[in-house]
């Protein structure tokens, strides 16, 4: 079992940055793919960004479209966790963001592939 705990969200203006954080628990997760996704109020949730291990200390990162240049996905497998930096924010990055892990490395942008989940943590972006 994998628990998964994210932190840092809050309140920023449009144009500034953030940086999320999921913290896990519970099992070494280096050969994890950890991912990021977002669901606003009324919208699905989507993918944002996905860290994947190409074996060794290789990993693989995979953005949507729209945060693609924006935001930065790491990790530092020695605390257990996976940063989500987000810069340039605007309005339509508002949305709970949630961290999730799987064992199988595919780099997948398919939320019902992984099969750990945090509770998600509150970003809110004003104009």
Request: charged fraction near 15%; charge should be neutral; hydrophobic fraction near 30%.
């Amino acid at each position: 079992q994998v628990q998964l705990v994210e932190s840092g969200g809050g309140l920023v203006q449009t144009g500034g940055s953030l940086r999320v954080s999921c913290a896990a628990s519970g099992r070494t997760f280096n050969a994890y793919d950890v991912g990021w996704f977002r669901q606003a109020p009324g919208k699905e949730r989507e993918f944002v960004a996905t860290t994947r291990w190409g074996g060794g200390s290789v990993y693989y990162a995979y953005y949507a479209d729209s945060v693609k240049g924006r935001f930065t996905i790491s990790r530092d497998n020695a605390k257990n966790t996976v940063y989500l930096q987000m810069n340039s924010l605007e309005p339509e990055d508002t949305a709970v963001y949630y961290c999730a892990a799987s064992y199988v490395s595919s780099g997948s942008r398919i939320s019902s592939d992984y099969e750990y989940w945090g509770q998600g943590t509150q970003v809110t972006v004003s104009s």
